[in-house]
């Protein structure tokens, strides 16, 4: 038996992420005529497609559910992933250079939308994209489709007072949207207490019949004709074979480095492809509350149920800090502690510092059109450095954390400690945004790759900027942004 794959659709979409689950949802609403096939190249995990692995109840079938995301296989070199994700197996520091050795991506049904903190910021200062003026309404609708809340743990022991003292020790002389706040999260809290994390499968919300998806089915090529797309070509990862695919437009939204191996892989090539690679360095640091009151007196709320999730501030990126703090109250201590240390809940406190990237075009992925990775496509080399400008940044961050920490109380850790660059898993930049087609940039500021009509490009490689902060909203609001653009082109 095999499955039947569509002869051709009105619009494939490469990657289920929340990037291409955005796509499909807009389409689904603005044009539900329109037949609408996302092929992702990883299983899928969950009874409903696209779920957060933290919905999966039993800790066993979660184990099991990250190790189905985790791609090719293992490597052995001492380097270790994330649950859910996988490492390149080479190719990620060219030498001489810093590369990107925690460089990661899962392949699964709901890409990294399965795996992610949910945490959703809104840009700010020049981590906005200043040609886009909608960019505003592209975020609400992005909320929306996220699931966003800003006050799904308010009530943990001590946000108040977390809150109250990392403003005053950062809010002086900062703008409005940018003084100490919760973080926007993707969470729904349920009456009991229960918590949902937001995956794939709340972006895409109730589909319509017109919305296909393929699971373990790897999109290898792009097929154009005169710089036109016509449709993609699909391997059937489950019992072998390739299909041919026609349609009227194609959305790539795999992820920062995937994206632009297919449109390699292609022959579509424009100049900017893969340049301007960026992540976010990061320092993370621990403390322990000073001067706390009763857990019971702290909360508003429940203050034992409370504690059983994390509290989340957010210490926004402005220009003169170009970096952003995440601030999660812990349940535990990150470090061990003395046997007969048992600190309140709460009052634990994990600060991780990203800082945004000195773009440079020579900072990217390559591909090797002489050597295959384990998929059999063109094999991606990393070249990036970090500039004078990016380790003053660091350092500044480190100092920052440090400031954090010990206006919070006092620190765990001796240092903060700087972690190997990659592991942000914010990749950007390698299909980026432009107001026109002057070679530093791969598409406009629809989506669309410039000269090859009815190509796209979504994902977090899409935003053109320069961002500390996560960049799921941002990337979410932009792929909106394109599938709207396709609506109103399709009819």
């Known amino acids: 038996m095999t499955r039947t794959f569509p002869r051709g659709v009105d619009v494939a979409v490469v990657g289920s992420g929340p990037c291409g689950a955005a796509v499909a949802r807009t389409l689904g609403e603005r044009a539900p005529h329109l037949t609408v096939a996302v092929f992702e190249a990883g299983p899928q995990l969950t009874a409903t497609p696209g779920q957060h692995i933290k919905s999966i109840a039993d800790p066993a079938a979660r184990a099991v559910a990250q190790r189905r995301s985790q791609g090719p296989g293992p490597v052995a070199d001492g380097r270790t992933a994330r649950p859910g994700t996988y490492l390149l197996p080479d190719g990620y520091r060219a030498p001489g250079e810093d590369g990107l050795p925690a460089a990661a991506m899962s392949r699964n049904v709901g890409g990294m939308g399965a795996h992610w903190t949910g945490a959703c910021p809104r840009p700010g200062e020049s981590e906005r994209i200043g040609f886009l003026p909608g960019l505003d309404g592209l975020l609400d609708e992005a909320e929306r489709l996220l699931a966003v809340r800003p006050d799904a743990f308010d009530d943990v022991p001590f946000t108040g007072l977390v809150r109250e003292r990392l403003a005053a020790a950062f809010d002086t002389g900062r703008g409005p949207g940018r003084t100490v706040r919760a973080m926007p999260l993707a969470v729904h809290r349920a009456a009991d207490g229960r918590v949902t994390w937001s995956g794939a499968d709340v972006v895409l919300g109730p589909t319509t019949p017109r919305t296909l998806l393929y699971a373990d089915a790897h999109v290898r090529r792009v097929r154009t004709d005169h710089d036109r797309v016509t449709g993609v070509t699909v391997r059937d990862l489950v019992h072998g074979g390739e299909h041919e695919v026609a349609a009227r437009a194609v959305v790539v939204a795999a992820d920062a480095l995937r994206t632009p191996q297919l449109l390699w892989a292609s022959g579509i090539r424009p100049t900017a492809l893969g340049r301007y690679l960026n992540d976010q360095h990061q320092v993370v640091f621990a403390a322990r509350l000073a001067d706390v009151p009763d857990a019971a007196q702290a909360a508003d709320g429940d203050a034992t149920a409370a504690a059983r999730h994390s509290g989340v501030s957010w210490v926004p990126y402005t220009d003169a800090e170009p970096f952003h703090g995440q601030v999660m109250q812990l349940d535990a201590s990150p470090v061990p ?107 406009d500021p629809d989506g669309q790759v410039w000269n090859t009509d009815g190509l796209y490009v979504a994902g977090n490689g899409v935003i053109p900027t320069a961002t500390a902060c996560n960049p799921t909203l941002t990337s979410v609001a932009l792929a909106v942004g394109t599938a709207r653009r396709i609506a109103a082109v399709l009819g």
Not at 359 to 377: P, S
Not at 395 to 418: C, F, H, N, Q, W
Request: hydrophobic share 35%.
């Open 337 to 443: 502690l003395a046997s007969d240390d048992v600190p309140l809940p709460g009052s634990i406190v994990g600060l991780g510092w990203f800082c945004a990237k000195d773009l440079r075009a020579e900072d990217r992925v390559t591909f090797d059109d002489n050597r295959t990775d384990a998929d059999g496509m063109p094999a991606p080399g990393v070249h990036y450095t970090l500039t004078d400008r990016d380790r003053a940044a660091l350092e500044s961050a480190r100092k920052a954390v440090r400031r954090a920490a010990e206006a919070l109380g006092s620190p765990i850790d001796p240092e903060p400690i700087t972690l190997p660059l990659g592991s942000s898993l914010h990749y950007q930049g390698t299909v980026r945004m432009g107001e026109a087609d002057d070679g530093t940039s791969v598409c």
